[in-house]
C-alpha cells in the first residue's frame, strides 16, 4: 500500500533580533560582542499552502512519512554550489594541521573532532567567493606564498574590503559547518538545536525535527576564530592591532550573517495535501544565501581606523556607524588592474572577458582598458544524439566555433 502525502514548505525569516551591538556609541567602536544572540521571533507567520509553489510532492511506503528524519533532503534552500566533501578526505588531526594561533593550538587539541568541520567551513566560504567575484577584477585570489596553504586558508594582507569579505565568508562557512555537523551527529559535544519553540508559531503545528544548530555554530566559531585575534598585545593604535579589530569585527558579521539568513522552515504531511500535521525547526540558509548576502555587505563597506586608543573609528563621521552585521575595511584596496605582488594584486592580465557585456565583466572594464586578445577555438562535439530501440545510441559531430577572449 502506498501512502501518498504532500510536502509543503513554508519559509519564513526568524532572527531579527541581532542587530544592536553598536546601539551607544558615539563615534568609536569596540568590539564587544558579550551578548549572546538572542532569538527573537517577532515574525508574523504564515501558514504553508498545501500544493503550494515550493511544493514538493513525495511518496512513501507503507512507514508513512518518514521523510521527517532529513529535511533537508527535499528542502528548496540547500542549493549550495558543490562544496569540498566530508568523507572522502581524511579527518585531520591537530599535529598536521598549520598556521594556528597559540590559543587555536589548544582550543584544537581540545576539540579534534570538530576540525573537518572547521576546515570544510573554510574550505566552502572560499569556494563561495571565488563564485561571487569571478568576474570582477579581484576573482578572490589570494598569496599563498608561504609554504602550504595554512588551515584556516590564506589572509589578504592589505586590511581591505576584499580582506573583509574573506574573513567574513570564512566565519560563516565555518558556524555553518558547526551547525550543520551538530544536526549530523558528527560530533559529540552537541546535537540538533535545542532553541526554543518560537511563540509565533501556530499552536497546531508541531516544533519538532532535528534543526540546524546555530547557537553552537554561533558560540563554537566565535571562540576558535576570535581567540586568535585577542591573544596578541599589540601596540595600541598599530596597523596590527588595526587589523586584529578589523578582522574581530568582520568575523562577528560573517556569524551574524549566518543567524540572520536562518529560517524556521515547515513542513506539511498528510494524506495527498490535506497538510494535517505540519512540523518545523531551524534551517541554515545555504552558502550561497550567505555569499549573496555578504557580497552586498561588501559593497556597502564602511571604511575605519584604529585610533590612538585602540579602537575603531569610522573615517567618514557622516556616514552611520556600521552594525555588527556590516563589514568593515581598514585600507584602500590596491589596483587590481595591474599585477602587484606586495599589495596582493595578480593583475588581470590573461582573464577572460565578455566582449559584448557592460559589466564588470566586460572587457573594457575587467582588462582595465588595455584591450583584450581574441582566440578562436573551434570544438568538435557530440550532438543531435538519437536513441535506437535496442540499445545504442547515435550522435553526429558538431564542430562549435568559440572566441575566447582575454585581457592584455
Ligand atoms: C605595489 O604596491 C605597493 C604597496 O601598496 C606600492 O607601494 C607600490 O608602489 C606598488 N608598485 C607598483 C609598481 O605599483
Ligand atoms: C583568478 O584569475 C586568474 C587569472 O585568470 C586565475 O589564474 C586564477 O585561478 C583565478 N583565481 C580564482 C580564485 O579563481
Ligand atoms: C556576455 O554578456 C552578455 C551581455 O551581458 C550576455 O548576454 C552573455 O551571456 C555573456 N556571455 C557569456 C559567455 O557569459
Avoid at 544592536?20 to 532569538?39: D, F, I, N, Q, V
Avoid at 508559531?201 to 576564530?225: A, H, I, P, Q, S
Avoid at 606586495?342 to 565583466?361: F, K, L, P, V
Avoid at 582595465?368 to 545504442?392: I, M
Wanted: hydrophobic share 30%; aromatic share 8%.
Amino acid at each position: 500500500m502506498n501512502i501518498h502525502f504532500a510536502v509543503v514548505f513554508c519559509v519564513l525569516q526568524l532572527f531579527d533580533g541581532v542587530t544592536r551591538a553598536y546601539a551607544g556609541h558615539a563615534s568609536s567602536l569596540k568590539s564587544h560582542y558579550k551578548e549572546t544572540p538572542s532569538y527573537a521571533q517577532q515574525v508574523p507567520w504564515t501558514p504553508p499552502e498545501p500544493g503550494g509553489g515550493n511544493g514538493v510532492d513525495s511518496v512513501a511506503g507503507g512507514g508513512g512519512p518518514t521523510g521527517m528524519g532529513d529535511p533537508l533532503l527535499l528542502s528548496p534552500t540547500s542549493s549550495s554550489p558543490t562544496p569540498p566533501s566530508f568523507s572522502t578526505d581524511p579527518p585531520p588531526k591537530c599535529a598536521d594541521v598549520t598556521g594556528l594561533s597559540a590559543g587555536q593550538a589548544k582550543l584544537c587539541l581540545l576539540y579534534e573532532e570538530h576540525l573537518a568541520s572547521i576546515r570544510y567551513g573554510v574550505q566552502s566560504g572560499l569556494t563561495e567567493c571565488r563564485s561571487q567575484f569571478l568576474h570582477r577584477r579581484w576573482n578572490c585570489s589570494m598569496n599563498a606564498e608561504n609554504a602550504g596553504t595554512p588551515f584556516l586558508g590564506p589572509d589578504l594582507q592589505t586590511s581591505s574590503r576584499e580582506a573583509a569579505f574573506v574573513q567574513a565568508i570564512k566565519s560563516a562557512g565555518v558556524a555553518h559547518a558547526m551547525a550543520r555537523a551538530c544536526r549530523d551527529g558528527r560530533l559529540n559535544t552537541c546535537s540538533c538545536s535545542r532553541s526554543g519553540r518560537p511563540k509565533e508559531l501556530r499552536r497546531d503545528w508541531v516544533w519538532g525535527g532535528c534543526g540546524d544548530n546555530m547557537e553552537y555554530g554561533y558560540k563554537f566559531t566565535k571562540g576558535f576564530l576570535d581567540v586568535k585575534e585577542k591573544e596578541k598585545r599589540w601596540k595600541r593604535g598599530s596597523p596590527e592591532q588595526g587589523r586584529s579589530l578589523m578582522n574581530l569585527h568582520n568575523n562577528e558579521a560573517g556569524r551574524r550573517a549566518v543567524l540572520k539568513k536562518s529560517r524556521v522552515t515547515c513542513k506539511c504531511h498528510g494524506v495527498s495535501g490535506s497538510c494535517s500535521l505540519i512540523t518545523c525547526w531551524q534551517q541554515l540558509p545555504s552558502m550561497r544565501e550567505l555569499g549573496e548576502y555578504l557580497k552586498e555587505k561588501y559593497e556597502g563597506a564602511i571604511e575605519v581606523r584604529a585610533t590612538r586608543r585602540g579602537r575603531l573609528q569610522i573615517r567618514d563621521p557622516r556616514f552611520s556607524l556600521p552594525t555588527a552585521s556590516d563589514l568593515v575595511y581598514i585600507d584602500d584596496s590596491p589596483n587590481y588592474c595591474i599585477r602587484n605582488m606586495t599589495a596582493g594584486s595578480i593583475g588581470t592580465h590573461g582573464r577572460e572577458c565578455n566582449r559584448t557585456s557592460h559589466g564588470m565583466d566586460g572587457c573594457s572594464l575587467l582588462c582595465c582598458g588595455r584591450g583584450y586578445n581574441t582566440q578562436r577555438l573551434v570544438t568538435r562535439e557530440k550532438c543531435e544524439c538519437k536513441f535506437h530501440w535496442c540499445c545504442y545510441v547515435q550522435c553526429k559531430t558538431c564542430t562549435r566555433n568559440a572566441e575566447v577572449h582575454t585581457c592584455k
